[in-house]
């Protein structure tokens, strides 16, 4: 069965077209749109800007399996009987996808690429074996990798965290995954290392010492920026927020919890964030905002694109399909000077129901169009200007007189209070126009 099976994994994506760019007017459900990767907008190429990226987990790992049933797509290497056999056929595969879809990076997690491991001994040779592999396919292919990460989180041993673990032997074992896989990404050339602790935060409070693992996970982090100097890794050391799921609190839960953890441990010069939309709207937030406020707090890392079921309030990974939404988002981006390291990473699966090749290769063309199709948007309303013009406007009484002392420190309190005296005054308030912005927004999206 195994070789049989090792022939199917090899022929899964082959028999796919090959994606192109054809114009908004094909009929072709395998070509792009939009997505044309040497169009020009604002300076740089569509592949540039956009930096796409297809992640190894959701595409390449999951079974299609929820709580209430088993998994139902039966990919080839995930019925191979010997599990390395399985991995290299897995990581075969997903280069055979990247290709036919021509994006420029991919993105995983260590076990995501290796055969199951149990000892730490294991876990070292069989990642090196692993990486060893993607070494030749990314030299033969021309792929490059947005960022790497350790999964710290699926392993039972991690069900009461990983650096915020009461058990420090757990702990440790996670700084063991976290050095391989750091070192792995630094190999591989990889421009980000992200780690999202998907169990550093609590169900119960009965049983938790907060502040302790506060500590625990601000120190673990000193030691992987310490790390990161140390093997002369240039990429960005990225934290990825989320409120909760599978935790009831999660302690990196929003771009601004973040911001205030990385204060308190003296580690806001050196880690950013890596924003996920689906996670934003978990927290009540919208994606825009925690992009803004990533920006306006200078931890702008890197995106993972998907989406929420509005229904269901919880991590359902889709892949995007708000137009509105996304195109403010590039907006931000552009209007920042773009992505730098980051990329834009489909974090997202297909439906349970969707279980062919074909469904998984669709729903990336579909959400790279969006994508290209939101970055022409982004550009038009820039060079439009009437959105920035207005903000601008809004804010201009800070530019100068009491504003601008205020802001400079070079009034105290009774200074300012007596200004507004001086004037004897009612100030009025000015219209904030926002159903004339949004009507300005619905004319530029299309």
């Known amino acids: ?118 000892t730490a001994q294991e876990h070292v040779t069989y990642l090196n074996e692993a990486v060893e592999h993607l070494e030749g396919l990314m030299a033969s292919s021309g792929q490059k990798l947005l960022w790497g990460t350790a999964n710290n989180f699926s392993h039972p041993r991690y069900m009461a965290g990983a650096s915020t673990n009461p058990n420090p032997d757990i702990a440790a074992f996670a700084a063991l995954q976290v050095r391989e896989a750091l070192n792995a990404t630094h190999r591989l050339g990889g421009s980000n290392y992200v780690l999202w602790g998907g169990r550093e935060g609590y169900d119960t409070i009965l049983n938790t010492k907060i502040g302790q693992e506060l500590d625990q996970l601000g120190r673990f982090l000193s030691l992987v920026v310490e790390h990161k100097h140390k093997i002369g890794f240039t990429g960005d050391i990225l934290i990825e927020p989320k409120p909760h799921e599978p935790t009831k609190h999660q ?26 939309a689906n996670h934003a709207t978990l927290a009540g937030l919208s994606f825009e905002h925690e992009v803004d406020m ?30 509105r939404e996304v195109t403010l988002v590039l907006k931000s981006i552009l209007s920042a000077g773009g992505l730098r390291n980051g990329g834009l990473n489909f974090d997202a699966k297909v439906r349970r129901q969707s279980i ?44 100068g007189g009491i504003g601008a002392k205020m802001l400079a420190g070079e009034v105290n309190l009774d200074a ?31």
């Open 1 to 118: 069965m195994t070789k049989h099976l090792d022939s199917a994994s090899r022929e899964y994506f082959k028999s796919l077209p090959q994606a192109r760019y054809e114009g908004q007017d094909s009929t072709n459900d395998f070509a792009y749109r939009y997505y044309d990767k040497n169009r020009m907008v604002m300076g740089k190429s569509m592949e540039e800007q956009l930096r796409l990226s297809v992640c190894f987990w959701h595409t390449f790992c999951w079974d299609g399996s929820d709580v209430f049933g088993a998994g139902g797509f039966h990919r080839p290497w995930h019925q191979m009987d010997d599990p390395k056999d399985a991995a290299a056929a897995k990581r075969e595969a997903a280069f055979d996808l990247f290709s036919i879809l021509d994006l420029p990076f991919y993105s995983f997690h260590d076990v995501d690429v290796m055969a199951p491991a149990e």
């Open 356 to 399: 062919t090749a074909e469904d998984v290769a669709q729903a990336h063309i579909g959400a790279v169009d969006l994508m290209a199709r939101a970055l022409l948007n982004a550009e038009a309303m820039i060079q439009d200007g009437r959105l920035d013009q207005f903000r601008e406007q809004r804010y201009a009484g800070w530019q």
């Open 416 to 446: 300012v209070a007596d200004f507004a005296l001086s004037s004897n005054h009612a100030p009025n308030p000015v219209s904030g126009r926002q159903e004339w912005l949004e009507n300005v927004v619905t004319q530029l999206v299309r």
């Open 294 to 323: 990533a920006f306006a707090l200078d931890l702008f890392g890197s995106l993972d694109l998907n989406r929420g079921d509005p229904q269901n309030g919880w991590d359902t990974d889709q892949f995007p399909n708000d137009l």
């Open 251 to 276: 302690y990196d839960s929003t771009v601004q919890t973040v911001h205030a953890f990385l204060q308190r441990y003296g580690l806001e010069r050196e880690v950013r964030v890596n924003i996920e």
